[in-house]
């Protein structure tokens, strides 16, 4: 059976609206106050801590906002075995937290143990595809809740890919029936390091297949783009967005900020320029409920 | 892409052509490296051993693949570096950056994370700092990083109840002498033998440091989390004792007979029942129970 069939990829996650990354310099003001936020991206491992009060705080806005659990260590890509223990603290976390899905990156942190705690590309190949594919299928017998993978930013190209970035990504969701979470800043900084074309990516991703946009800033060197999510985002992410926007549809969306960290207002400003574009582009998108 | 253009530049066309379907195919597979070599080539160098990952990635559109591969190399240290300090937020600020910045990139030569969570690259580094160069000159600063580690390892450590006043009256007199405690999962005692924490509580304050001072006896100190935050307290050297002894396993009785010997004899049970009083206030105990019955709670 195709696993775009199988129940084990679940029911398409719902639209969530838009919202935000949720960091720790933010919880009082999300407790305290009642920001205009549909919803809470978290970063997986932060709380998978034994307890204390990251988990206190996690309990207390997800009893107020729906979650999306992200990770940034699955390492799906890589050749060393999955890491079963982690599988299962994922899988607990999840059955505790009840997100509304899971996802983590199409990249590899390391191998034989060590961990580089970096997001690195997978060379677009049919081994690697052959690979990942049967590691999703592994991740999702075990989560048994819908699961995405997200477009990294990347500096380097590999000289014998088989084919693009988001041909790899789009026949992985075939292949496998995972979600797919969209990086706009991501797809935009890869794209101006290898000289490829952003809209092309975009165009080359199934429609039906993607359930979130990530929205950050980076910074230029000139020569390439480094990705540091610390910064507003830019005019040129804004515009990708819009394409993104006229190509997808209703979109959960979240600016994703992760260092440099600005006032919660802030956050919610800039995520209200999100919430007119989208509206403005697509007039009929339907409210959150 | 075409196998062609895979062994382009790596063999002979008309070498290649005149090759069987199975030399083609034995040679395909040696010019094409497989992805675990990819990714261990590709681990050597952001590591710093050898560039001969370089051979497998292209120039981008506007740089060169040396600087695309800096762009890894560069930011693996920085962010661990960045980790490292976050963990160890005074002893950085004590140390310096560039003092600071040179020890852990030795601790992270020596100890690459093999941990799933960045929040556990630095757990090692009170160890690692135990045996470091800089710890001859400055000895002061192997007890800090065990100060904060300890620290951060309070913030979030397992929940457990916490055992009450209340919940200890209840106790008939006669078992008392037999119940032993359990300790919160956030506690840690250390025993520090320089002003360390005072050091540390300066660095807190934003003030300045006072000048490190080996200290005649070793200071002791309980640290646990309370309300959700990691608190340290200063104790004296008897409830250290008692505290230790308590952790492994001593009843109360035993640990009446110890502070007897440690100090004046007549005052000693009331000593220790303050002091297990001061615990129950802390927050500090989890479980009371006979150790002839180890699950019974009291």
């Known amino acids: ?289 | 892409m075409r196998v062609g253009s895979r062994l382009k530049g790596g063999l002979d066309w008309l070498r290649f052509h005149e090759m069987t379907k199975g030399e083609r195919t034995s040679a395909e597979a040696r010019e094409t490296p497989t992805l675990a070599q990819i990714q261990d080539a590709f681990q050597a160098a952001v590591l710093g051993n050898g560039d001969l990952f370089l051979r497998h990635i292209r120039s981008g559109a506007r740089a060169d693949r040396h600087t695309l591969l800096g762009v890894y190399q560069n930011a693996y240290l920085a962010r661990l570096v960045g980790i490292l300090k976050s963990e160890y937020p005074h002893l950085s600020n004590y140390m310096g950056d560039e003092l600071f910045g040179a020890m852990t990139r030795r601790y992270l030569t020596a100890h690459p994370s093999r941990h799933r969570s960045a929040r556990w690259v630095g757990d090692r580094l009170p160890e690692f700092l135990a045996r470091d160069r800089v710890r001859a000159a400055h000895p002061v600063l192997q007890e800090l990083s065990e100060f904060e580690r300890a620290l951060g390892n309070a913030f979030d450590a397992a929940e457990a109840p916490e055992l009450t006043v209340a919940e200890m009256t209840t106790v008939p007199l006669e078992l008392w002498s037999e119940i032993v405690f359990s300790p919160h999962p956030s506690a840690c005692r250390l025993d520090q033998a320089h002003n360390t924490f005072a050091i540390w509580q300066a660095l807190k304050d934003g003030t300045a440091p006072p000048p490190v001072q080996r200290q005649s006896e070793v200071i002791p100190l309980l640290i646990w989390r309370r309300h959700g935050m990691p608190i340290a307290r200063r104790v004296s050297p008897e409830e250290a004792m008692l505290w230790d002894e308590a952790v492994r396993g001593a009843p109360f009785g035993r640990l009446c007979e110890l502070s007897a010997v440690f100090a004046e004899p007549g005052s000693a049970a009331v000593r220790v029942a303050n002091v297990v009083r001061g615990w129950l206030d802390g927050c500090c105990l989890t479980h009371a129970g006979l150790p002839a019955i180890a699950s019974t709670t009291l």
């Open chain 1, 1 to 289: 059976m195709n696993r775009c069939d199988a129940a084990c990829a679940g029911d398409r996650p719902r639209y969530l609206g838009f919202g935000l990354g949720l960091r720790p310099q933010h919880y009082r003001e999300i407790l305290d106050g009642e920001p205009d936020v549909d919803w809470f991206e978290v970063i997986t491992e932060n709380y998978m801590v034994p307890g204390g009060q990251p988990l206190r705080m996690l309990e207390r806005i997800r009893a107020r906002y729906p979650i999306v659990m992200h990770g940034v260590s699955l390492s799906i890509a890589s050749t060393a075995p999955l890491d079963r223990d982690y599988l299962r603290g994922l899988r607990v976390l999840a059955e505790r937290f009840a997100p509304e899905f899971v996802s983590d990156h199409l990249c590899w942190t390391g191998v034989h143990g060590v961990n580089l705690h970096d997001l690195l590309p997978v060379p677009y190949t049919r081994e690697a595809l052959d690979h990942v594919s049967a590691r999703v299928a592994e991740v999702q017998d075990v989560l048994g809740r819908p699961f995405a993978l997200e477009n990294v930013s990347s500096y380097v190209e590999y000289t014998h890919s088989e084919m693009t970035e988001c041909e790899f990504l789009a026949e992985l969701a075939r292949r496998t029936g995972c979600w797919l979470v969209l990086d706009v800043n991501n797809v935009f900084v890869s794209a101006f390091n290898h000289g490829w074309d952003a809209r092309t990516f975009f165009d080359t991703i199934p429609r039906d297949r993607v359930v979130q946009f990530h929205l950050a800033g980076h910074e230029n060197a000139i020569t390439h783009i480094i990705d540091t999510h610390d910064a507003l985002v830019p005019d040129e992410v804004w515009d990708l967005y819009v394409h993104a926007v006229d190509r997808f549809g209703a979109v959960s969306t979240i600016i994703e900020r992760d260092d440099d960290i600005p006032p919660l207002a802030d956050m919610v400003a800039e995520l209200s320029l999100a919430r007119r574009i989208a509206s403005e582009r697509r007039p009929g998108l339907a409210p959150v409920s």
